[in-house]
């Protein structure tokens, strides 16, 4: 209430014009600030949703190269003709080729701690990585606990207690792309297995195959 004495009597004996311009500016400024923001608001919106279609984007691609490649690599090749093998073979690497042509990048923002958090986790899966052809079983069940520590469903086995620390202090993207790279790993390791056992025991493999298909 004395404040609004004050202003009444600081603004006697000026010009009702000035005092009329001085409230339309500043409700036009009001305005102008209000309207910014909500744009703003909006194309942060659409930032988002580019950011999220990109990395839809990205693993689409990985999801592609995976498919052809375990066609190229399928069991299948290997009860064909030569002619056929080769016909299809060449339009994989044709569909290899023109995936690989598409350049789709989504930068992650990290901190200092988020940054050492996955260069930590990175050399962890990649020392698994290193031993695969030593040992494979061994290796899959690393992979395993590593993949247990990045998931939130109950692990069928152990959990590496220390990855899933390291997992942690990664910024929220890096952790997505670590469980699918694990997710990756293990289902390559799976057909190799089945490669392997298909080689060793052909009829029988086949045989449970087609029943765990079914199933």
Known sequence: MAQARISAKASEGQPAGQL????????????????????????ELRVEALRDAASAMEQEKETLLEMIHNIQNSQDMRHISEGEREEL???????MGRTLTVEVSVETIRNPQ???????????????????????????????SLYGACTSEVPSGPIDQKFQSVVIGCAIEDQKKIKRRLETLLRNIENSEKSIMLLEHPKSTVQQLCNNEQD
Do not use: Y
């Open 20 to 43: 009329r311009g001085r409230f339309f500016r500043s409700t036009s400024m009001a305005d102008c600030s209000s309207r910014l923001l909500q744009n703003l608001d909006q194309l």
């Open 89 to 95: 073979c060449l339009t994989a690497s044709r569909l």
């Open 114 to 144: 988020q940054q050492e958090s996955l260069l930590h986790a990175t050399r962890m899966i990649d020392e698994v990585v290193n031993k695969l052809l030593d040992n494979l079983e061994d290796s899959k069940s690393r992979l395993m």
